[in-house]
């Protein structure tokens, strides 16, 4: 059960710095959520070593790193002081940006990253940006020249907040010393309250060698910043209203719900008002997929009878989610007969893309715990005999031949662990038929990389995932392509050298594969550029090579005791290879600019459209 947080916002005294300033408190005093004591309160310390206790103060358990110039106080101050959290030393900066997501999805913590200047920040820069597409919240650290230098092109030097500002919630560059306790509460503040997403902490190297008073601040000080908890009561009177009204309301989950903990307020509203849901990539698993009110995903690669369900409802009822164009296709035709309400915490989303109706400000558990008891049931019964003929009508499936089919490996990992896994998946068509699939039933169960669209995310934040469940024991899944997965194989050693059990999948088929679908589709067969084969290395000799286990099926016949064999292993990382179709594609799918309702169910040529 997630700790929600209750705030107020008060005028603070003028005194220095913090003149005017607005002060945020929270009923929980540590952003990760475990109490712990601050260490060397009142006494004089380096930035260095004040940075590890706030670290500390901060209940970080893990922080994913890569020393260099800039730092190497900060890492001098870790090998004397012993610190509580664990320092994960990962092999390249954006792996382990990657590895702070995955912490944080799977835990709802914030994750941490240490990194030097120069190249240390920039190989930083797709974590940060795709975290901050996913709403996800991080804490990066990175090292900067010293003051005086900056701007003078010195070694290693890079503009980093310049670099980081539009891909950030905010970003700090600390000038004083005396600025870094309250600057670090600042940050994990600011990363997971309101909207949750990444903040980059510059520290030049001189701040971190200048020695001050330690205290940890209680509370963070950030002037003008505020963020919605509870609904407006009247928008959330007249939205309770709709959809006791309505005959064919829809319930249009995101990622926002797992974020604010709202899955069971979610699915207590659709089942006592018998109303139907559909997820975005990022909120599968908002809502229990076996449930019959389950339509599964929506959007390009969604359900058929999702997408049919969004373009006959009357009522759309959008909790956390953004209206991204990947759901909706053709802004112009998405949705025709409903009205919307919108739940969201982020005043920018809503009716960003798509007016609504009801807009409705606010943290979603908090708006849905005032909703709950409002809504009268309608009678929605001849809506989901009507959902009920789609799915019958177009549900998803393959062709079940001798050939090795993505969709046959993922039903069979599914099976394998009945659902109770962490499945963390790259980009591509690995990443849609996982969402088509596997079919998830609890919140936090599946990562991936949704708004930026990062290949070379799953393995390195499922090491993250698998650090963050480490206790549990329960299972952490990579779901792979072979470009993909070669984009930061270099953790495998990673994960090795701590023993995560994690189940790595590569569905090889030889291709960059969503890209060559296109190519097939849409570009009359010019594979340009798209068959990795010829580059390709063996990945079971791979994986043994960073000390893990390498095995590999080319038939169906063969899945089973690969994954007996993979489950049978848990002192460290699995790497099972699938030699799949090559020519497979992910239906349903709805082409860029396209009405949803316009809907490829099976393969075609280009001549069967003319």
């Keep these: 059960m997630e700790v929600r947080e209750v705030i107020t916002v008060e005028k603070s005294r003028s005194n220095g710095n913090s003149a005017g300033a607005v002060v945020v408190s929270t009923d929980r005093a540590e952003s990760n959520g475990a109490k712990v004591n601050v260490k060397d309160a ?336 309608a009678d929605t019964s001849a809506w989901l005999e009507q959902i009920a003929s789609w799915k019958e009508e177009c549900p998803l499936s393959y062709e079940s031949d001798d050939k090795l089919r993505p969709q046959f490996i993922l039903q069979k990992l599914r099976a394998r662990t009945g659902g109770d896994a962490v499945v963390v998946t790259d980009v591509g068509q690995n990443q849609m038929w996982a969402a088509q699939f596997f079919s998830y039933n609890q919140p936090r169960s599946h990562i991936t990389s949704g708004g930026l669209g990062t290949m070379g995310f799953s393995f390195p934040a499922s090491m993250g995932a698998a650090f963050a469940n480490r206790k549990t024991g329960r299972p952490v899944i990579s779901i792979n392509g072979d470009g993909g997965f070669l984009m930061n194989c270099q953790e495998l050693g990673v994960a090795a050298a701590h023993k995560l059990p994690i189940k790595v999948v590569i569905m090889n088929n030889g291709y960059l594969g969503m890209v060559r679908q296109w190519q097939e589709l849409f570009h009359q067969e010019r594979y340009s550029h798209t068959d990795l084969r010829p580059s390709n290395p063996d990945f079971v000799q791979l994986a043994e090579a960073y000390g893990c286990v390498g095995l590999r099926a080319t038939t169906p016949e063969e899945v089973d005791a690969v994954l007996d064999k993979a489950w049978a292993i848990n002192d460290r990382p699995v790497v099972m290879e699938f030699r799949t179709v090559t020519e497979e594609m992910v239906f349903p799918m709805v082409p860029a600019g396209a009405r949803t309702d316009d809907m490829i169910t099976e393969r075609f040529k280009p001549e069967d459209c003319a």
């Design 42 to 377: 009142g006494k004089v310390l380096t930035g260095a070593e004040i940075l590890i206790r706030s670290l500390e103060a901060e209940g970080v358990e893990f922080v994913f790193g890569h020393p260099g110039g800039a730092v190497i106080g900060i890492y001098d101050a870790m090998a004397q002081l012993n610190p509580t959290f664990e320092h994960v030393l990962v092999r390249h900066e954006q792996g382990g940006t990657h590895a702070a997501e995955g912490y944080a999805k799977a835990t709802g913590k914030v994750g941490t990253v240490l990194v030097t200047s120069g190249p240390g920040a920039t190989n930083c820069v797709t974590g940060i940006a795709d975290a901050n597409m996913d709403s996800i919240p991080i804490v990066v650290f990175t090292g900067q020249v010293p003051t005086h230098l900056i701007g003078n092109d010195a070694f290693q030097e890079c503009d980093t907040i310049g670099v980081t500002r539009s891909i950030t919630k905010h970003s700090f560059l600390v000038r004083d010393v005396r600025d870094l306790a309250q600057t670090v509460r600042n940050a994990y503040f600011l990363a997971r309250s309101g909207r949750p997403g990444p903040v980059v902490v510059d520290l030049p190297k001189d701040v971190i060698a200048a020695k001050t008073t330690f205290n940890y601040p209680a509370e963070p000080q950030m002037r003008g910043y505020e963020f919605p908890k509870a609904g407006d009561p009247r928008l959330v009177e007249e939205a309770a209203a709709m959809i006791s009204n309505s005959s064919r309301p829809l319930l249009y989950v995101g990622g926002g719900a797992i974020s604010s903990g709202a899955s069971e307020y979610v699915t207590r509203i659709a089942r006592s008002n018998g109303i139907p849901v559909t997820t975005t990539l990022h909120g599968l698993g908002a809502f229990p997929e076996d449930d019959p009110l389950s339509v599964g995903m929506l959007g390009m690669h969604g359900t058929w009878y999702a997408n049919q369900a969004v373009q006959n409802a009357d009522l759309l009822i959008a909790v956390g989610a953004r209206f991204d164009d990947r759901v909706t296709g053709k802004l112009d035709a998405w949705a025709p007969h409903a009205r919307i309400v919108h739940i969201d915490i982020d005043p920018a989303c809503i009716s960003k893309n798509v007016p609504c109706d009801c807009p409705i400000l606010g943290d979603v558990s908090a708006v849905l715990a005032q909703l709950e008891p409002q809504i009268r049931k």
